[in-house]
């Protein structure tokens, strides 16, 4: 059983916010990339309603947290694509 999940608003949410089970324990584990994107947001994430806790987050704090997650990946997505590319392009001038 595969449970690579697409990185949408509702899987984040779910992921991040969801009760500790065994199944989401194989989700994040199958899902590194995600997970730790949430990791890096969770640190300096600061959510519209300007609440602490995360169990008194609204909706719109977890689709902000959400959201957030998506860039990073796209960050970090763009950032690995400019690395390959930059190497390929050096194997060319190289040989």
């Known amino acids: 059983m595969s449970v690579v999940i697409k990185p949408?608003?509702?899987?984040i949410i779910n992921l991040?916010?969801?009760v500790d089970t065994p199944i989401r324990q194989y989700k994040i584990k199958l899902n590194p990339d995600l997970?730790?994107?949430?990791q890096r947001i969770n640190n300096?994430?600061?959510?519209?309603?300007k609440r602490r806790q995360i169990e008194l987050y609204r909706k719109s704090d977890k689709v902000?947290?959400?959201k957030?997650?998506?860039?990073?990946?796209?960050?970090?997505a763009?950032?690995?694509i400019a690395s390959s590319t930059l190497k390929s392009s050096r194997l060319e001038f190289a040989d």
Do not use: H
Not at 35 to 38: D, I, P, S
């Open 44 to 49: 300096d994430f600061r959510p519209p309603s």
């Open 78 to 80: 763009s950032k690995s």
């Open 35 to 38: 997970w730790v994107a949430c």
């Open 8 to 11: 949408t608003v509702s899987n």
């Open 16 to 18: 991040w916010f969801g």
């Open 64 to 66: 902000a947290f959400a």
């Open 68 to 76: 957030a997650v998506q860039e990073e990946l796209d960050r970090v």
